[in-house]
Nanobody, 112 residues
Framework: QVQLVESGGGMVQAGGSLRLSCAAS?????MGWYRQAPGKQRELVAT???????NYADSVKGRFTISRDNAKNTVWLQMNSLKLEDTAVYYC?????????WGQGTQVTVSS
């Protein structure tokens, strides 16, 4: 298992930007972000492998960008053009072939 430390959540007006970061305590094959809004299931936002392969939810394509630094075991999520429906708790996710880990979650609130 690895420990994940998230940062960067907060409140922003619609159309604004936020950047989330997540640092892992060890090397990880796949890192990414999921989110969970009140009353809804947790859903994929974006993932990235150590080789740089990315996967995005359709709802965030063109607005969010995921990136990582393998040497620092850190992943970032740049969120632009935020919408009210992006409001959720965002969870960092990390997985290797044998385990997966979740961060504690960071709140992102988009206001009108």
């Amino acid at each position: 298992q690895v420990q994940l430390v998230e940062s960067g959540g907060g409140m922003v007006q619609a159309g604004g930007s936020l950047r989330l970061s997540c640092a892992a305590s060890g090397s990880i094959f796949k890192m990414g972000w999921y989110r969970q809004a009140p009353g809804k299931q947790r859903e994929l936002v974006a993932t990235i492998t150590s080789g740089g392969y990315t996967n995005y939810a359709d709802s965030v394509k063109g607005r969010f960008t995921i990136s990582r630094d393998n040497a620092k075991n850190t992943v970032w999520l740049q969120m632009n053009s935020l919408k009210l429906e992006d409001t959720a708790v965002y969870y960092c996710y990390a997985a290797n072939s044998k385990f997966s880990s979740w961060g504690q979650g960071t709140q992102v609130t988009v206001s009108s």
